[in-house]
């Protein structure tokens, strides 16, 4: 019989815990599993083929990493919902890499983890009838209105909504080195600074577009959830400023935002206005049609940092950098230089004020301490 590489190290790490190995890698993960629209239908079925959970979106389901004695699990998570393409996504599992330390200092641990604890997908109408979630809207007044800053990489994983943390993000990420970003943001959007919320979208190296999208989603629907976005007003504006790894995070929160406000019965009409500064795989972005004609992107072409690659450019989307600028200084200089400098949103303003995507409130703006 021919063994695999690994079985020794597998016998021994089971003689070693007392044939625990086995049961504790037979525990189960929870996987949020939500789709724009929302209320799909979700079934999802192990590698035999049985059937091991259906629900609709947004949602939540308990699955088993194991298989048996150091088999590992996999799964295919079916979206359907009439009007839109039924869609099909795979969802591994794969070795834990702290198994055998936390086993061996006498924790307990499962040999095996999935490889992601979020999905979150878009889902193609059949039809060209679909109701966008963001067409615009008439806001005959302010209320209800908010701006959403969310950064890239930077101060570990945190989302912590305690005002020391959102101080620093706020001091030393957005006005690190331009101190007046987030002020000529809200003074050119007519909103009140007390009213901003900033979110930490930094999520771990080598992540994908699809992983930090999804993540936001749920963050968008805790939000409005917890109360800290008011959704529950006749009409809703967000603006949510972006940039680098925080643009596909930002976009997830718009949509989750969106959908839990239909979910709580808010009778909303959710108007989202999209800035994205320095793009962080554009390629891996899903945004829908609404969103698109709401967004302004700006990106210097010389943007092309290996840590944060790769960059560019969203197709469809408004781009204010139409004449592929080059920053000063290459990489991650040009990457910052977004938020760093003022000719970004500059060029931001000037392409609205032609074209007039966004919706801006007729609050007058306060700045805050």
Same mark, same amino acid.
């Given at each position: 019989?021919?063994?695999?590489?690994?079985?020794?190290?597998?016998?021994?790490?089971?003689?070693?815990?007392?044939?625990?190995?086995?049961?504790?890698?037979?525990?189960?993960?929870?996987?949020?599993?939500?789709?724009?629209?929302?209320?799909?239908?979700?079934?999802?079925? $192990?590698?035999?083929?049985?059937?091991?959970?259906?629900?609709?979106?947004?949602?939540?389901? $308990?699955?088993?990493?194991?298989?048996? !004695?150091?088999?590992?699990?996999?799964?295919?998570? #079916?979206?359907?919902?009439?009007?839109?393409?039924?869609?099909?996504?795979?969802?591994?599992?794969?070795?834990? *890499?702290?198994?055998?330390?936390?086993?061996?200092?006498?924790?307990?641990?499962?040999?095996?983890?999935?490889?992601?604890?979020?999905?979150?997908? &878009?889902?193609?109408?059949?039809?060209?009838?679909?109701?966008? +979630?963001? +067409?615009?809207?008439?806001?005959?007044?302010?209320?209800?209105?908010?701006?959403?800053?969310?950064?890239?990489?930077?101060?570990?994983?945190?989302?912590?909504?305690? @005002?020391?943390?959102?101080?620093?993000?706020?001091?030393?990420?957005?006005?690190?080195? +331009?101190?007046?970003?987030?002020?000529?943001?809200?003074?050119?959007?007519?909103?009140?600074?007390? *009213?901003?919320?900033?979110?930490?979208?930094?999520?771990?190296?080598?992540?994908?577009?699809?992983?930090?999208?999804?993540?936001?989603?749920?963050?968008?629907?805790? /939000?409005? #959830?917890?109360?800290?976005?008011?959704?529950?007003?006749?009409? $809703?504006?967000?603006?949510?400023?972006?940039?680098?790894?925080?643009?596909?995070?930002?976009?997830?929160?718009?949509?989750?935002? =969106?959908?839990?406000?239909?979910?709580?019965?808010? $009778?909303?009409?959710?108007?989202?206005?999209?800035?994205? !500064?320095?793009?962080?795989?554009?390629?891996?972005? #899903?945004?829908? *049609?609404? /969103?698109?004609?709401?967004?302004?992107?700006?990106?210097?072409?010389?943007?092309?940092?290996? =840590?944060?690659?790769?960059?560019?450019?969203? @197709?469809?989307?408004?781009?204010?950098?139409?004449?592929?600028?080059?920053?000063?200084?290459?990489?991650?200089?040009? &990457?910052?230089?977004?938020?760093?400098?003022? =000719?970004?949103?500059?060029?931001?303003?000037?392409?609205?004020?032609?074209?007039?995507?966004?919706? =801006?409130?007729?609050?007058?703006?306060?700045?805050?301490?």
């Amino acid at each position: 019989m021919k063994f695999s590489s690994r079985f020794p190290f597998f016998l021994a790490i089971l003689l070693l815990s007392g044939g625990c190995a086995s049961m504790v890698g037979r525990s189960s993960h929870p996987v949020a599993i939500g789709s724009t629209p929302l209320g799909a239908k979700v079934i999802v079925t $192990n590698k035999k083929g049985s059937e091991v959970y259906q629900g609709t979106t947004p949602t939540v389901v $308990n699955l088993r990493s194991g298989a048996g !004695l150091f088999a590992k699990e996999s799964y295919q998570v #079916k979206l359907s919902k009439d009007g839109f393409e039924e869609k099909i996504v795979p969802l591994e599992c794969k070795l834990n *890499e702290w198994f055998a330390g936390t086993i061996l200092a006498g924790g307990t641990s499962t040999v095996f983890k999935l490889k992601t604890g979020v999905i979150h997908e &878009h889902l193609s109408a059949t039809t060209s009838t679909e109701s966008m +979630n963001t +067409n615009p809207v008439s806001l005959p007044d302010s209320s209800g209105n908010d701006v959403i800053f969310v950064n890239g990489f930077r101060f570990g994983f945190s989302r912590s909504r305690a @005002p020391r943390f959102q101080k620093k993000l706020r001091d030393k990420y957005w006005n690190n080195v +331009n101190h007046g970003f987030t002020h000529e943001v809200n003074q050119y959007f007519n909103e009140n600074e007390n *009213e901003n919320h900033f979110v930490n979208g930094s999520f771990w190296k080598g992540s994908m577009a699809k992983d930090r999208e999804a993540a936001g989603y749920f963050k968008g629907m805790k /939000m409005v #959830k917890s109360g800290e976005i008011q959704a529950s007003k006749k009409n $809703n504006l967000i603006t949510i400023v972006m940039h680098s790894q925080g643009n596909a995070y930002g976009v997830g929160i718009a949509d989750g935002i =969106i959908d839990q406000a239909k979910i709580q019965g808010a $009778n909303a009409n959710v108007l989202v206005n999209l800035v994205f !500064l320095s793009v962080h795989q554009p390629g891996g972005l #899903k945004i829908n *049609e609404g /969103m698109k004609r709401h967004g302004i992107q700006f990106t210097y072409l010389n943007d092309n940092a290996k =840590i944060v690659s790769p960059m560019g450019k969203m @197709p469809e989307v408004e781009d204010a950098n139409f004449e592929n600028q080059n920053w000063k200084e290459q990489g991650l200089k040009a &990457h910052s230089a977004t938020v760093d400098d003022t =000719i970004a949103f500059e060029a931001i303003k000037k392409i609205n004020d032609e074209k007039k995507i966004f919706t =801006i409130s007729n609050k007058v703006s306060a700045k805050v301490n």
